[in-house]
């Protein structure tokens, strides 16, 4: 099991929380800062802001790209980084992944040569908070992408959604924030947050290639929007269903379309969008008998 250190503190990944296997740490030292400003009375208060820090990621001896990240699992980030960008290959012999906390690097080595210079020279900026750059083609590696036909049943759905959002987190402790989740069945196993939802979703790649974790029956919940990378990255990680409870983009439905994938926005009580997918669902839960979810106390602004 993959060691993360943070803040000179070695991390669990184990932890009581609705038995997630990792979930979130909002009182973690140096993930929140508090300021001291005045609101709308012209009151002064005093409220915790979230940290964002830089973490440049190396393959080998090449710098592949540096990051904005709240600090957390530097070393799932920069796994799944690599696998979601095609830089790490099905299979590959990682023969280290050290992460320096002073200079804020992590190097991920491998027994293979490594050189994408060329396929970084070709970069494409995402839409979404904390901007994604995704190398290359953004389509390259999907064309031989088979997402499994498992079942997705919508009881599973209803109690993933009310299970998550009743979860402690970063973003309720302090906003500005993504999260994602991964799934099976109706259980949350592993909860990330951080300031751009690619990065929590690339720290679930990197903790499912750390516990070579099989995707083929999980389900990616996010916090965030369904957009063209969010579908590419679950699609490339073999989950066959991505569920959020946002919206979606028009790019994200066509390649989700495409490639078999599951894909259902819109996820707040009672209520949900399938866009994709749709053959892969059971309704084995009655909406009439769901309680519309209540209006939430949380922070705003960063779904």
């Known amino acids: 099991m993959l060691n993360c250190r943070f803040g000179g503190m070695q991390l669990s990944v184990k932890t009581d929380t609705d038995a997630y296997l990792i979930a979130p740490q909002p009182g973690l030292p140096r993930l929140t800062?508090?300021?001291?400003?005045?609101?709308?009375t012209g009151a002064e208060t005093t409220i915790n802001v979230v940290e964002e820090r830089p973490l440049t990621i190396y393959l080998n001896a090449q710098e592949i790209v540096t990051a904005m990240t709240i600090g957390d699992y530097p070393e799932y980030l920069a796994l799944g980084f690599?696998?979601?960008q095609g830089m790490l290959r099905d299979g590959e012999d990682i023969t280290g992944v050290d992460y320096d906390e002073e200079l804020e690097v992590v190097v991920v080595r491998t027994a293979r040569k490594t050189d994408y210079e060329d396929k970084m020279r070709k970069k494409t900026r995402t839409s979404g908070c904390a901007v994604g750059t995704v190398f290359g083609d953004?389509?390259?590696?999907?064309?031989?992408?088979?997402?499994?036909?498992?079942?997705?049943?919508t009881s599973w759905l209803y109690d993933l959604s009310a299970q998550i959002n009743r979860t402690p987190s970063l973003y309720l402790e302090a906003g500005a924030i993504h999260g994602t989740v991964l799934c099976q069945g109706n259980r949350p196993l592993v909860y990330m947050?951080?300031?751009?939802?690619?990065n929590a979703v690339d720290k679930i790649a990197g903790w499912m290639l750390s516990e070579k974790v099989?995707?083929?029956?999980?389900i990616l919940y996010t916090t965030g929007r369904l957009t063209s990378e969010?579908?590419?990255?679950?699609?490339?990680?073999?989950?066959?269903?991505?569920?959020?409870?946002s919206g979606f983009t028009a790019w994200g439905v066509e390649i989700a379309q495409q490639v078999g994938l599951t894909l259902i926005g819109r996820m707040k009580g009672k209520r949900f969008m399938c866009l994709a997918g749709e053959d892969r669902l059971i309704r084995d839960a009655d909406p009439d008998g769901i309680a519309?979810?209540?209006k939430?106390?949380?922070r705003k602004g960063s779904a």
Do not use: F
């Open 33 to 40: 800062r508090a300021v001291t400003g005045r609101d709308q």
């Open 82 to 84: 690599l696998r979601n």
């Open 138 to 153: 953004m389509m390259e590696g999907l064309e031989g992408v088979s997402l499994p036909t498992t079942p997705l049943r």
């Open 193 to 198: 947050e951080d300031v751009g939802r690619h």
């Open 214 to 218: 099989s995707a083929e029956d999980k």
């Open 230 to 245: 969010m579908v590419i990255k679950t699609a490339m990680m073999g989950i066959p269903a991505l569920v959020s409870r």
């Open 292 to 294: 519309d979810e209540p």
């Open 296 to 298: 939430r106390s949380g």
